[in-house]
């Protein structure tokens, strides 16, 4: 068995797509980042690289390179879980935590699991998925803490 942990953070800007999960959250506010910002799925991604101390996000995927500038989230993921696959590692459970202070995500929490799971290649009774708030701490980030459970 083995254990990852990844994280991430982003600021919010105006005017920028709200990507969570591989999903596109209604928000004025956006993740600013290098590529869609997508925290949950870095963290993941990180957690799975971590596993196997394969480095993280921003050492096999960069933003001093312009070949992912713009890039979906789901790119990274599945290189990682490529990765894991390659090394004899299986996923087994996922479990997620969102910080945001707004919009409020609990309405798309179905949707969110969901699509975890479809990425993730899970059931949806193994993808963990809470939301916090920075009770103000932080209000124009989102936040991610992401730990995954492999088999091999």
Not at 61 to 68: A, G, M
Not at 73 to 83: H, I, K, M, N, T
Request: hydrophobic content about 40%; charged content about 25%; aromatic content about 6%.
């Amino acid at each position: 068995m083995r254990l990852g942990y990844g994280e991430d953070s982003h600021r919010l800007e105006e005017g920028r797509p709200l990507y969570l999960c591989g999903l596109l959250i209604p928000s004025p506010r956006g993740a600013f980042a290098h590529s869609d910002g997508d925290a949950p799925l870095h963290a993941l991604t990180d957690a799975l690289l971590s596993a196997y101390g394969l480095g993280d996000i921003g050492l096999l995927f960069p933003d001093t390179d312009p070949r992912w500038q713009g890039v979906r989230s789901e790119v990274f993921l599945r290189e990682a879980l490529r990765l894991v696959a390659e090394r004899g590692g299986r996923l087994l459970q996922a479990n997620l935590v969102i910080t945001l202070d707004w919009p409020k995500l609990s309405p798309h929490r179905k949707a969110l699991v969901e699509n975890l799971a479809r990425l993730l290649g899970l059931p949806e009774d193994r993808v963990g998925l809470g939301f916090k708030t920075s009770e103000g701490l932080a209000p124009g980030h989102v936040q991610a803490r992401a730990a995954v459970l492999l088999d091999g």
